[in-house]
């Protein structure tokens, strides 16, 4: 079944503790980005991936560090958690199209949820 | 700045009623738009994925049309039912292209049986 997975799907932490959520497809799909998603903020980026070794920064990247040394897995890592990290986190995979502009749809993990205390 | 907003925040409706819901964006020189349903608590499932060069893109019961002239695009769900409840967002690559998104804040759509 093609899907992307998500581990932890929750995880209470403390303040300071590092953490890593993996994320994993199945689909050789060469995108994948992390998101983050808040009440009265909505969906936002955090990261994606373009392919192995290629990474760059969403619209709310500060706190986070990725990688990318598998096609098929692109961990998010907080090194040093803090309360306002505490957020629904989503990965999301899709296939680069033809013409290399985009992609196809977007395929999304089922969420992890991070409470940072 | 890309933005994308959604209209109407929240939608209510009985049962087999058609309705549209509506996606707004700023910089129409987008490479494609996306439409998604979440249900609470869940991911995110892709509806239906309009290429610039497109108009519309039709799945079973749901027609999306884009109008890049205008910076919008329209949901359109036929007969609605009650499995149809959930939150609707629509997503644009951020600089026209590429892997940035921006998504609008969804309507929540509910369906009455």
């Known amino acids: 079944e093609a899907q992307v997975t998500q581990n932890p799907r929750y995880l209470i932490t403390v303040t300071g503790k590092k953490l890593t959520v993996t994320c994993s497809q199945n689909?050789?799909?060469?995108?994948m980005s992390w998101y983050r998603q808040d009440p009265g903020l909505g969906l936002r980026q955090i990261y994606y991936s373009m392919n192995v070794e290629v990474t760059d920064k969403g619209d709310v990247p500060e706190g986070y560090k990725v990688s990318r040394k598998e096609k098929r897995n692109f961990p998010l890592i907080l090194e040093s958690p803090s309360p306002n990290q505490t957020s629904l986190y989503f990965c999301?995979?899709?296939?680069?199209?033809?013409?290399?502009?985009?992609?196809?749809?977007?395929?999304f993990g089922p969420g992890t949820r991070l409470t940072v205390t | 700045k890309q933005e994308v907003t959604q209209i109407p925040a929240a939608l209510s409706v009985p049962e087999g009623e058609n309705l549209v819901l509506n996606c707004s964006f700023t910089d129409s020189a987008i490479y494609n738009l996306q439409w998604f349903r979440q249900d609470p608590g869940k991911g995110l499932t892709s509806l239906l994925l309009?290429?610039?060069?497109?108009r519309e893109q039709t799945s079973g019961r749901l027609n999306a049309s884009l109008d890049k002239s205008s910076g919008r695009s329209t949901l359109y769900i036929a007969a609605s039912q009650p499995g149809d409840s959930a939150t609707y967002l629509c997503a644009v690559p951020k600089g026209g292209y590429g892997q940035n998104f921006v998504f609008g804040p969804g309507t929540r759509l509910s369906v009455l049986p």
């Open positions: 309009i290429q610039s060069s497109q």
């Open positions: 999301a995979s899709s296939l680069r199209d033809r013409v290399g502009l985009g992609s196809y749809e977007q395929y």
């Open positions: 689909m050789n799909h060469e995108y």
